[in-house]
């Protein structure tokens, strides 16, 4: 049996060697460098590549998401700010 690595965003860390601090270096927004979301337009799990503008805007507004093992799915992203709503 194998273990398929799960496809998790990859995070973006800050890589300036002088920084004095920047919102990479503390953490507190959410970028994925593999599919561009961040924060709210973040799907649940990583899409493996860049999304779309539109994709972008629509996890956001809490019309997609997408899923492992499903794929685009017509639901809200758990870090979408429309699912609290
Ligand atoms: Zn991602
Ligand atoms: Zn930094």
Not at 13 to 31: P, Q, W, Y
Not at 53 to 75: K, T
Request: with cysteine.
């Amino acid at each position: 049996m194998t273990i398929i690595p799960f496809p998790g965003h990859h995070r973006a860390r800050c890589t300036r060697k002088e920084c004095l601090g920047c919102h990479l270096c503390h953490g507190a927004l959410f970028v994925c460098t593999r599919c561009g979301g961040a924060e709210g337009s973040l799907p649940t799990d990583c899409p493996g590549e860049r999304m779309t503008e539109q994709q972008h805007d629509d996890v956001y507004a809490g019309h997609i998401d997408f899923v492992h093992r499903r794929g685009w799915v017509a639901e809200a992203s758990f870090n979408s700010p429309a699912r609290y709503k």
